[in-house]
C-alpha cells in the first residue's frame, strides 16, 4: 500500500468511529500532516504530549 492509501484506510475508520463524513476524518488528518493536531483531538483522538511536542505525524496515525 502507498502511504497515501494507509492515510485514506485511517481516514475511513476515523469517520466511521467518530461518526462523521469522511471529508471532515480525511480534513483532520490533513491538518495533522501539516502539524496541527487539534481537530483530531477535537474528534476524540488521544495523543500524548510527546507526539504533540514532536509532532509525530506517524506516531499520531497510530493512536487512531
Known amino acids: 500500500n502507498t502511504k ?3 492515510l485514506q484506510a485511517i481516514a475511513l475508520d ?3 468511529g467518530a461518526g462523521i463524513s469522511l471529508e471532515k476524518a480525511t480534513s ?3 491538518r495533522a500532516q501539516s502539524g496541527s493536531f487539534t481537530s483530531l483531538e477535537r474528534l476524540g483522538v488521544k495523543l500524548d504530549a510527546s507526539t504533540k511536542k514532536t509532532k509525530d505525524v506517524d506516531a499520531a496515525m497510530t493512536c487512531m
Open 14 to 16: 476515523l469517520a466511521a
Open 28 to 30: 483532520a488528518i490533513s
Open 4 to 6: 497515501a492509501q494507509k
